[in-house]
Structure formats: C-alpha cells, structure tokens
T-cell receptor
Framework: AQSVTQLGSHVSVSEGALVLLRCNYS??????LFWYVQYPNQGLQLLLK??????LVKGINGFEAEFKKSETSFHLTKPSAHMSDAAEYFC????????????FGRGTSLIVHP | GAGVSQSPSNKVTEKGKDVELRCDPI?????LYWYRQSLGQGLEFLIY????????KSGLPSDRFSAERTGGSVSTLTIQRTQQEDSAVYLC??????????FGEGSRLTVL
C-alpha cells in the first residue's frame, strides 16, 4: 500500500522568502509523484510531476521539486514567494506499474504575508 | 470548453433528498475519477472508471452513493437520502490514461 504525508497543514512565509512544502511517501515500487495546487473555489491544477529521468523537476509559476529516493521525499520549493502563491498544495503518488488511482496527501495551505 | 465541466457548481438540499452531480470529462479521456473534499480532510477517493471496464467503487462510503458513466463520457454521481455529513465539495477528474489527472472546479453540496 502507498501513503503520502505532507508535514504541516499550514505554512506561513513572507513575500520574497523561500517556500518549502514537504512531502514524504511510502511505496513498495518506484512511484510517480505529483504536486497539485488549488486556488480558492477552484479545482486542482497540476504544478509538476516526476515519472522517470531527471530527479529535479521544474513546474509552472517558478516551482520545482526534487525526488530523493533515499529519503522517500518529493519536497516542493520556490526561491521567492509571491502573494499569488497563496493556495492549497497537494502531493500525490501513483505506483509505477500499479493502480491508476493516486493517493493524495491531506494538503498544505500556503499563507503569504506582505 | 476544453476542460472538465461539473454541474451544478453549488447545490443546497434538505436532509433526506436525493441529489445528482454531473461531470463532463475532457473529450478523449478514458479515465474518470470522483473525489470528495471535506473541510480540512484532503481528497477522499470515491470511484474510478476506465474505458469499458467495471468501475472501481472501493471508495464509496455507503450504499447511498452510486455513480455511472454513460457511453464512456459523461458521469453522474448520485447520493440518495442525503445526510448532513455528505456536505462537501465533490471533484471530478479525467485522465488520458497517463496518470495525470485534470480536475473540474467541483460541485459544492450543502445538506441542511
């Protein structure tokens, strides 16, 4: 069985500061990993994904994430937060070669202070 | 439109009534998912359709919940005899089969 843990239900940063949202997973086989963003009253939008190949993945809006197999992590970062980054962020995992039903983390709400 | 379309966007109903929520996936997407999002609870998987295969209903919380997908396209999620704990946002997503999900904006259900 696979699981996803997002540490911190809320993360608060100042505008211009580094954003770090944590995601750890458990999977018995190599995973496919995703980050989604949800703005208020909207559906989820894909930020970035890791399937195979380069472990550092770049996404939209200046976000990136690094797959670290040894740490079973896929943390999301952005060098400089903007007010418009305030949203809910979800990490999701699929098992490669396994079920087509992803497991989502509980989400992290990013709060950006001026 | 090009995205996943859900209707209604908001639904207020009385306890005990039945409700139907509709999802129009992206054309050509073979997979369709329903999730429930309650405040502070993350995404709860409900049901998964893939092509003409039997759906995976393992996430449906009770027999009051059912879903169908007609012609491999439009899907309807039906909740019978609604309860207050059914109040949530119901999200639909479709996928071309490559594991990337495309979500609609959701249907917000309020049961009074």
């Amino acid at each position: 069985a696979q699981s996803v843990t997002q540490l911190g239900s809320h993360v608060s940063v100042s505008e211009g500061a580094l954003v770090l949202l944590r995601c750890n997973y458990s999977s018995s086989v190599p995973p496919y990993l995703f980050w989604y963003v949800q703005y208020p009253n909207q559906g989820l939008q894909l930020l970035l994904k890791y399937t195979t190949g380069a472990t550092l993945v770049k996404g939209i809006n200046g976000f990136e994430a690094e797959f670290k197999k040894s740490e079973t992590s896929f943390h999301l970062t952005k060098p400089s937060a903007h007010m418009s980054d305030a949203a809910e962020y979800f990490c999701a995992v699929f098992q490669a070669g396994g079920s087509y039903i992803p497991t989502f983390g509980r989400g992290t709400s990013l709060i950006v202070h001026p | 439109g090009a995205g996943v379309s859900q209707s209604p966007s908001n639904k207020v109903t009385e306890k005990g009534k039945d409700v139907e929520l509709r999802c129009d996936p992206i054309s050509g997407h073979t997979a369709l998912y329903w999730y429930r999002q309650s405040l502070g609870q993350g995404l709860e998987f409900l049901i998964y359709f893939q092509g003409n295969s039997a759906p995976d209903k393992s996430g449906l919380p009770s027999d009051r919940f059912s879903a169908e997908r007609t012609g491999g396209s439009v899907s309807t999620l039906t909740i019978q005899r609604t309860q207050q704990e059914d109040s949530a946002v119901y999200l639909c997503a479709s996928s071309p089969g490559g594991r990337e999900l495309f979500f609609g904006e959701g249907s917000r259900l309020t049961v009074l």
